[in-house]
DNA sequence: AACGAACCCAACCGCGAGGCC
DNA sequence: GGGCCTCGCGGTTGGGTTCGT
């Protein structure tokens, strides 16, 4: 059964490439840099089509690429990316530093999906199996549940990834709103100290900078003043049960990490991986997704061997640091009001540049409220932000991935109301 | 040693998004 | 606005390798 031919003409040569045509198309790209795919084979020499070129090159020549085992740190990174993201492998891989999508990819589902089915851990929706959806352990990825099971189980991992997402982005709303509304305030005390018939309050940086703060996905608009005090209204509701929700969501991570660490002992003995591993900026994410609402004590008795207690002490220190800046973001988020003494109002000019305004909206107002330990975990709190974001687009940097996830306000709260309880998850995991 | 099954991964395919004309 | 082209992504597969009998 051989594949029908590619978008390519016939001639094109497939298959495994031979040291030699990877020394064409290495030296090429040194010299030229890829440019046009489409015309590279012709340029460099190669009987193979473009995107055969571009897979080749990206995927196996590029110079910047770690091959080999993956760490226990990718790992998790992985599972718990995947848990928010679902298959998009892309932006996975751009949290997975020298790894590509293809190979996360593969490992993804040669390795850690059969591993979470081992542990009972649906690989589609990241929650234990239910008795319903079939006890089936490894191997069992088509034995039982059946098709209606399976369409649920995908939906419920969409639902799931939804929620997160929408979570993470009326948090940012939210933020922005409060921030406009202090702003606004500030605005509003300086011109009433001015003159008592000064023209109402502005946005500072004037209309043009209102405009500019507005979220273009946004079912919030920041400049229409008329509307402004119910929206924030509306905002802080949403933000107060997007971090509710985000926090149940992100409660089973806890237990991955621990069920991980478990599993990855018993395969491999007491080879223990070091945690803080420098330069591995996806770990710093990986701890940000520690809630510490699912108390720790919770989970050690049931999962920790006696013999890791120090090892796992240190890493609850550790931990504890990202636990106290994550409750402090939560409950500056799930916060009524902030003290207009304690915020820092961002001077107008801080907004005008679209460069400056990317980076506040993709990050927003996080970066204001970390201590310089945290800063790393703040810099991956919204991993897959950037991952979509043109140079040049500030909505493509704002708006959340995979759009059509989440189309209108009316779905959106639905996904907040359904986010499974955190009981869901429990924590106490066989193996 | 031989064979089949299982595993693994590089590479392919189709599709959609975005840019350009 | 629509067609074409390029690129990137995710799903899938073919074939090499390893494992088990």
């Not at 030229?32 to 080749?56: F, I, N, T, V, Y």
């Not at 718990?80 to 293809?102: E, F, M, V, Y």
């Not at 005390?189 to 309050?201: E, I, L």
């Not at 090892?311 to 500056?332: C, F, H």
Request: glycine share 6%; aromatic share 6%.
């Amino acid at each position: 059964m051989g594949r029908s031919p590619c978008c390519e003409k016939d001639g094109l040569k497939k298959g495994p490439w031979t040291p030699e045509e990877d020394q064409k198309l290495l030296a090429y790209i040194e010299q030229h840099g890829h440019g046009c795919w489409r015309s590279l084979p012709a340029k460099a020499g190669l009987q193979r089509c473009g995107k055969s070129c571009r897979l080749r090159w990206t995927n196996y020549l590029r110079p910047d690429i770690k091959r080999g085992k993956f760490s226990l740190q990718e790992e998790q990174t992985i599972i718990q990316l995947h848990a928010l993201l679902g298959n998009r492998w892309s932006a996975i891989a751009t949290h997975l530093p020298k790894r590509t999508d293809n190979e996360i990819k593969n490992y993804w589902n040669t390795h850690l999906k059969k591993r979470l089915a081992k542990m009972g851990i649906d690989p589609v929706t990241h929650k234990p199996r239910s008795g319903a959806l079939g006890t089936g352990g490894a191997g069992g990825a088509g034995a039982g549940g059946g098709a209606a099971g399976a369409q649920h189980a995908r939906a419920a991992a969409h639902l799931s990834h939804t929620t997160q997402w929408e979570s993470a982005r009326l948090e940012a709303e939210a933020r922005l709103a409060r921030e406009a509304r202090l702003r606004a305030l500030a605005a509003s005390a300086a011109s009433a100290s001015a003159s008592v018939s000064a023209p109402p309050p502005q946005m500072p940086g004037g209309p043009a900078a209102a405009h500019r703060l507005d979220s273009p996905t946004s079912t919030l608009s920041f400049s229409e003043s008329a509307a402004l005090a119910s929206v924030l209204q509306e905002a802080h509701g949403a933000a107060t049960a997007a971090a509710a929700a985000t926090r149940a969501a992100m409660q089973p991570m806890q237990a991955y990490e621990v069920a991980c660490k478990e599993q990855q002992q018993q395969q491999w003995g007491d080879h223990v991986v070091n945690v803080a591993d420098a330069g591995f900026a996806a770990a710093g994410f990986t701890g940000l997704l520690l809630d510490g609402s699912l108390s720790q004590q919770d989970l050690r008795p049931a999962t920790r061997h006696d013999e890791d207690a120090a090892e796992a002490d240190a890493g609850l220190q550790e931990t504890e640091e990202e636990k106290n800046y994550w409750d402090s973001i939560m409950s500056l988020v799930n916060s009524s009001s902030l003290p207009t003494s304690s915020v820092a109002v961002p001077a107008p000019e801080a907004y005008p540049s679209s460069a400056s305004l990317q980076t506040s909206m993709a990050m927003p107002a996080l970066e204001a409220y970390s201590s310089p330990a945290s800063l790393q975990a703040t810099s991956v709190a919204m991993p897959a932000l950037e991952a979509y974001s043109s140079s040049a687009s500030l909505q493509t940097s704002v708006a959340m991935p995979a759009p059509e996830a989440y189309s209108s306000s009316a779905s959106l709260s639905t996904s907040v109301i359904a986010v499974p309880a955190p009981e869901a998850y429990s924590p106490a995991l066989e193996f």
